[in-house]
């Protein structure tokens, strides 16, 4: 005979609970098991060799341009390959100046320290040919740089100009007559060492 007791226990709601929840459990692990046989990892191909080292080398090339140009954005900011400067010389020693010694030679001159023109005052440079196996360079200036040449020598008359090429003093001829656009480094050299000078003392 069924009592009240067994009927409560039966008409408990709670009863069937646990068999739902462990069926709805059931179900979302079949779906979960279903979606990760689907889904395939992805595969990365390595690059071949050939490929990396092609742009390593392109990046590489790109450093290169782009720290040759540092500076870019004036033209007095990039650095030439051979240093150019022209400066007023003396031939007797005064306070302030710079000793300085012509080179392949014993001779010795005093330079003022303000710069006349520099790399930057050059509109193109060329290599001429003073004898049999000896050559010098040619330089053709700016306006600018040919105006402060003309007003410095003018008032220089009988007394050095010395052209120093990397800071040492190549030659230093006494001014005859005002320089105006044009100046030439003699020096003696050989076509090849010309040629460098040449090359080198314009901005690139």
């Not at 008409?11 to 009863?15: F, I, Y």
């Not at 929840?21 to 279903?34: G, K, P």
């Not at 005064?94 to 012509?102: E, T």
């Not at 003392?201 to 690139?204: D, E, N």
């Given at each position: 005979m069924?009592?009240?007791?067994?009927?409560?226990?039966q008409?408990?709601?709670?009863?069937d609970?646990?068999?739902?929840?462990?069926?709805?459990?059931?179900?979302?692990?079949?779906?979960?098991?279903?979606?990760a046989?689907v889904?395939?990892p992805?595969?990365?191909?390595?690059?071949?060799r050939?490929?990396?080292?092609?742009a390593?080398?392109a990046?590489?090339?790109?450093l290169?341009?782009?720290?040759s140009?540092?500076?870019?954005?004036?033209?007095?900011?990039?650095?030439?390959?051979?240093?150019?400067?022209?400066?007023?010389?003396e031939e007797?020693p005064?306070?302030?100046?710079?000793?300085?010694?012509?080179a392949?030679?014993g001779?010795t001159?005093y330079?003022?320290?303000?710069?006349i023109?520099?790399?930057d005052d050059?509109a193109?440079?060329?290599?001429?040919?003073?004898?049999?196996?000896?050559?010098g360079?040619?330089?053709?200036?700016?306006?600018?740089?040919?105006?402060?040449?003309?007003?410095?020598?003018a008032?220089?008359?009988?007394?050095?100009?010395?052209i120093?090429i990397?800071g040492?003093?190549?030659t230093?001829?006494a001014v005859?007559?005002?320089?105006?656009?044009?100046?030439?480094?003699?020096?003696?050299?050989?076509?090849?060492a010309?040629e460098?000078?040449a090359d080198g003392?314009?901005?690139?």
């Open positions: 069924t009592n009240v007791s067994d009927l409560l226990r008409a408990d709601p709670l009863n609970e646990a068999g739902r929840l462990e069926d709805a459990r059931d179900q979302i692990r079949r779906t979960v098991v279903a979606a046989s889904a395939r992805v595969s990365r191909r390595p690059l071949p050939r490929r990396v080292v092609l390593a080398a990046g590489l090339a790109v290169v341009v782009a720290g140009f540092v500076g870019f954005g004036d033209r007095g900011a990039l650095q030439a390959a051979v240093r150019f400067e022209v400066r007023l010389a007797r005064v306070p302030g100046l710079i000793v300085a010694r012509v392949d030679s001779r001159i330079l003022h320290p303000e710069l023109v520099t790399n050059i193109q440079s060329w290599v001429t040919q003073e004898g049999a196996d000896h050559f360079v040619s330089v053709e200036l700016l306006e600018a740089g040919a105006q402060r040449m003309r007003q410095a020598t008032a220089h008359l009988g007394r050095p100009v010395a120093l990397d040492e003093v190549v230093a001829p005859r007559s005002a320089i105006s656009n044009s100046a030439v480094i003699s020096g003696g050299y050989s076509r090849s010309a460098r000078i003392i314009g901005v690139r």
